[in-house]
């Protein structure tokens, strides 16, 4: 069955990094768009990033553009959000699915900014 594995996250100060990586399978990860999102504390869960299935249109919402980037790789069915400046109000949970499908959610990665 389709199942993705998110993993990465972790506490990091202010303006520090991650890497946030998600494991997919269970269908031709080549073949699909793929989106990370987050959900913070008290709040709806939302889209953050997205990618299409080659790798070569990417798109963000505002709040973090120029600070994420999306990539995958198509050979380990693998999608990443490298987060640089990291600021308080990134903190949440963050999910990958592929888009266009209810997929159920995998468990997430928790990420916390806090000094």
């Known amino acids: 069955q389709v199942q993705f594995v998110e993993s990465g996250g972790g506490l990091v100060q202010p303006g520090g990094s991650l890497r946030l990586s998600c494991a997919a399978s269970g269908f031709t990860f080549s073949n699909f768009g793929m989106r990370w999102y987050r959900q913070a504390p008290g709040k709806e869960r939302e889209p953050v990033a997205t990618i299409n299935s080659s790798g070569g249109t990417r798109s963000y919402v505002d709040s973090v553009k120029g600070r994420f980037i999306i990539s995958r790789d198509n050979a380990k069915n693998t999608v990443y959000l490298q987060m640089n400046s990291l600021k308080p109000e990134d903190t949440a949970v963050y999910f990958c699915?592929?888009?266009?499908?209810?997929?159920?959610w995998g468990q997430g990665t928790q990420v916390t900014v806090s000094s």
């Open positions: 699915k592929r888009t266009g499908f209810n997929d159920y």
